[in-house]
């Protein structure tokens, strides 16, 4: 009974990212607005990171930032800092890309007027119907 | 709450504290080099680049109804999936995990001996992984490269029109 409760509870900070990190695929997908898609996909990428972090957390341990010069001091618990170092890189590139993606918002706002999926959708269908019936026209 | 507000902004600005609010996370979980980056990038940049596209574009999003059922029912199973996943896992903050059986330590070992930094995050960050910070900068260039190809025919598409 005891080793149950402490599995869950050892377990229970990996599966609250999960739950938010689901929370952001649910606003990518069940939403049309294109602004809220990419706030999901944030909230997603955010999850990710801490999940990540997570992992190199230990019990008692401070950040990983020495505190005497020839480091081997026993006493001191590090927290693993590889993926610190990791998600620094991941945080820039999910900054750039979430950059990318806006301007590509603002242009798609530029050509079609909205940024609803449903309408994008639907200009689109009905520009290829006019297609294909010009095309017949033309046979 | 993102799922039901109407008005961007306030999307906008809870994505803004999320952020933060994560920033806090990463500094409870020892990552203060993360922490800071995530409340300068995430909460700061983020917030302003999104702001100025809803400036560009929409504050109120339309009213529409899309069906909710398939997009739960993907979610679960996802969620199920990773849930069982981590079912193997150690436990949070172990001593004795893989993660922190191998490299970590030997990092803390020689960073300062190599570098003579005492910050290891920084240390491994601009030496050991030096290429790969880098490559990161390459990245950011063809994204703002990209952004402004995307954005500097707005203009003149408007005048031809």
């Known amino acids: 009974m005891d080793s149950n409760l402490n ?10 990212f999960i739950i938010l990190m689901l929370s952001g695929l649910f606003i990518v997908v069940s939403r049309g607005n294109l602004i809220k898609k990419i706030v999901g996909l944030n909230i997603f990428q955010t999850s990710v990171f801490m999940f990540y972090i997570s992992i190199g957390k230990m019990k008692g341990g401070t950040a990983p930032i020495l505190l005497d010069k020839s480091a081997n001091n026993a006493a001191v618990i590090y927290s693993n800092p590889l993926p610190h170092v990791l998600i620094l890189t991941a945080i820039v590139v999910g900054i750039a890309t979430t950059a990318l993606g806006l301007a590509l918002i603002i242009k798609i706002r530029e050509e079609y007027d909205t940024v609803e999926e449903d309408d994008i959708q639907k200009m689109d269908q009905n520009d290829l119907k006019k297609y294909n019936k010009k095309n017949v026209m033309e046979t | ?8 902004f306030a999307v906008i600005m809870l994505s803004g504290a999320f952020s933060l609010v994560s920033a806090m996370l990463f500094v409870v979980m020892d ?36 069906p909710i059922l398939l997009p739960l029912v993907v979610v679960c199973l996802v969620g199920v999936l990773l849930i069982y996943g981590t079912l193997d896992m150690p436990n949070f903050g172990a001593f004795d995990s893989p993660a922190q059986a191998h490299l970590g330590s030997t990092y803390l070992n020689i960073t300062y001996k190599d570098m003579g930094i005492p910050n290891v995050v ?40």
């Open chain 1, 7 to 16: 599995f869950i509870f050892g377990h229970l900070p990996y599966w609250l």
């Open chain 2, 1 to 8: 709450m993102a799922l039901t507000l109407k008005h961007l």
């Open chain 2, 31 to 66: 990552a203060v080099d993360v922490a800071f980056t995530e409340a300068a990038v995430g909460a700061g940049v983020s917030t302003v680049l999104m702001l100025a596209t809803m400036a560009l574009t929409v504050r109120v999003q339309k009213e529409t109804k899309k």
């Open chain 2, 122 to 161: 920084t240390g491994i960050l601009a030496s050991y992984r030096g290429y790969d910070t880098l490559g990161e900068t390459v990245v950011v260039l063809t994204a703002g490269l990209g952004v402004i190809l995307l954005l500097s025919g707005l203009k003149g598409r408007k005048d031809k029109e």
